[in-house]
């Protein structure tokens, strides 16, 4: 039976070992010198190199003719280690022998002579090994015979007991560079004289991410199936493209097309947040990305396209859908929900949104752009050409998205004072000013320290405290309004009787305002003097701005008149509207 190219090119030498330099060096030295410690800890992922270096360090103890601290594997000591049948090398798996007794028996036998000149004993896995093990080895490890030598391997350092990381002799092994891993892969196959597919080595790279004995086991199953099965790596790709360009419906069809292969959704989950990571790496450390050249360019393209806030905002998104994909009862649709979220920042009730839609303003800001500002795919491809559909649903999300934007700044405009600015004349498209016509915003926070100023409280209150509410305050406190903000800030209520109600959770909004304002504000609640039966205040303009008519539909605030005013809050009209109806706080 013919063995796997990871066992039959396993590195026989400490120059044969790839990427780890900086070990290999230490332990030729030690062993020229005759300098060699008692007690070795050898960590880092898997496939890298521990074991093999643990096995050339015993070959090179009992070698019977040393080349410059290198064995000869040549010598009956060198051959009968290779082969795992020398009495000189024990080893131990901690996974599956990490009990007392295990540690106990192996104990018993380190005083025994072997026919070589050093016995080593290699513990693979040793993080395995239990609390009541460890300390039963501890003495041992310590103070072991003069013709002893432990080797503990492990991907977990931080697991084993730290008064055996203190007597130990620590090397860390690396993951491999991906120029280093295509490099040893070609080599590899050059020397076995196996003709590799087109993009083997790249897939075996990809697949092996650093480790050289994934890698040479993605390169076996390349060479068993004659070709290299891109579909995985194409559903990731066409992933990755969709999200990068905002194109919901592709994200969609590329899930459904890969499911229906047969790919698991949390295999594509995993593998779009390795692509997302490598994007963000191409970012912020170009140096650090494990990938081809090729494979390089084409994920800093999509990165940049991106943008470092929707790539960060992408990673967090599937990041959360692998810890709910734990206990979904379908996980195609967790991955589907963070895919629309990834793909439409606007659908994205979270603050990583709106930070991903400012920082592209910015961009837009900073190359001075005038091109119409569109939220996404669906946006972009302005109206269809198909006469049968209606104009509204042609115009799609962005003449609603576009008509919102104008409503925001009308009541912002009606807020502060001034007049009611024009509506656009084509709803498609906003207009981005140069970045010598902007002017920044005043922060709502002074610097001196006072409280925001009315129009800046109104807002933050209408945009950010007032959905943060738990449902039963929003309903209470939706009818009131801001009308002066002084040492304190003064809310209107729509009359006594809701004011009383509302007195009683003061506190609570308070609280809430001060999270989203980063210090205390003040609540007076006081009545509407627009109001039958008002007090103190001093306003009576609504507590919110007329509803657009229609979400296609601009409405010009200019050439409208405010409606009456309603003295009942809005949980007093559903209360009535529900005869019996009895208002919980749940």
């Not at 790839?18 to 992922?45: C, I, K, N, W």
Request: include cysteine; proline fraction near 7%; glycine fraction near 8%.
């Amino acid at each position: 039976m013919a063995q796997s190219l990871y066992r039959r090119y396993r590195p026989r030498r400490f120059g044969e070992v790839r990427g780890q330099e900086h070990v290999m060096a230490a332990l030729r030295h030690s062993v020229r010198d005759q300098t060699v410690a008692h007690f070795y800890l050898f960590s880092g992922p898997r496939g890298t190199g521990k074991t093999s270096s643990a096995r050339i360090l015993a070959k090179a103890l009992n070698c019977e003719a040393l080349v410059d601290g290198e064995p000869c594997c040549e010598c009956a000591s060198c051959l009968a280690v290779e082969a795992g049948s020398s009495l000189d090398v024990l080893e131990m798996d901690a996974a599956s022998h990490g009990g007392v007794d295990d540690v106990r028996d192996l104990v018993s036998r380190v005083a025994l002579g072997t026919p070589g000149r050093t016995k080593v004993y290699i513990v693979d896995e040793v993080h395995m090994l239990t609390t009541g093990a460890s300390n039963a080895l501890l003495k041992t490890l310590e103070e072991p015979p003069e013709h002893v030598v432990f080797v503990l391997a492990t991907t977990d350092p931080q697991k084993v007991l730290p008064t055996i990381r203190s007597r130990a002799q620590h090397f860390e092994f690396r993951l491999l560079s991906a120029d280093l891993l295509a490099e040893h892969l070609t080599w590899v196959a050059a020397d076995a004289g196996i003709d590799l597919p087109d993009h083997a080595v790249d897939h075996a790279v990809r697949q092996g991410r650093g480790s050289a004995r994934d890698a040479l086991t993605a390169l076996d199953a390349v060479i068993a199936a004659g070709s290299v099965d891109e579909a995985h790596d194409d559903v990731v790709d066409g992933l990755v493209a969709a999200v990068a360009e905002r194109d919901t419906g592709a994200a969609l069809v590329a899930v459904a097309g890969a499911t229906a292969a047969g790919h698991d959704p949390r295999e594509l989950a995993d593998g779009l947040v390795a692509r997302l990571r490598d994007g963000f790496l191409s970012l912020m450390a170009p140096e650090l990305v494990e990938l081809p050249a090729e494979g390089r360019s084409r994920i800093l393209a999509q990165a940049e396209l991106l943008g470092p806030a929707g790539v960060v905002r992408a990673l967090d998104l599937l990041g959360e859908a692998l810890l709910s994909m734990r206990e979904a009862p379908d996980t195609r649709v967790v991955l589907e929900v963070a895919l629309v979220r990834a793909t439409r920042s606007e659908l994205d009730p979270s603050p990583a949104a709106l930070v991903e839609r400012v920082e592209r303003l910015e961009r837009a800001l900073r190359s001075g752009a005038t091109a119409p500002l569109v939220t996404d795919a669906a946006t972009a491809t302005g109206p269809s050409e198909d006469p049968a559909r209606p104009e509204a649903a042609r115009s799609g999300g962005a003449t609603a998205s576009s008509g919102r934007a104008a409503a925001r700044q009308a009541v912002d405009a009606v807020r502060s004072g001034g007049p009611a600015p024009r509506a656009t004349p084509s709803p498609l498209a906003v207009s981005i000013p140069t970045p010598a016509a902007v002017v920044p915003p005043e922060s709502a926070a002074p610097a001196d320290g006072g409280l925001p100023s009315r129009d800046e409280l109104t807002i933050i209150w209408a945009d950010q405290v007032l959905p943060a509410l738990r449902p039963l305050l929003r309903a209470m406190f939706a009818s009131g309004r801001i009308v002066s903000v002084t040492d304190v800030a003064e809310m209107a209520m729509p009359n006594e009787a809701h004011r009383e109600k509302c007195e009683s959770r003061r506190g609570e909004v308070e609280a809430a305002m001060a999270a989203q304002i980063g210090r205390r504000v003040p609540l007076r609640l006081v009545v509407d003097a627009g109001q039958p039966g008002g007090g103190s205040a001093t306003s009576a303009q609504p507590s919110a701005p007329a509803p657009l008519a229609h979400d296609d539909e601009l409405i010009d605030l200019s050439e409208t008149t405010a409606a009456p005013p309603d003295p009942r809050s809005d949980l007093d009209r559903v209360v009535e509207e529900f005869p019996g109806a009895v208002v919980e706080d749940t």
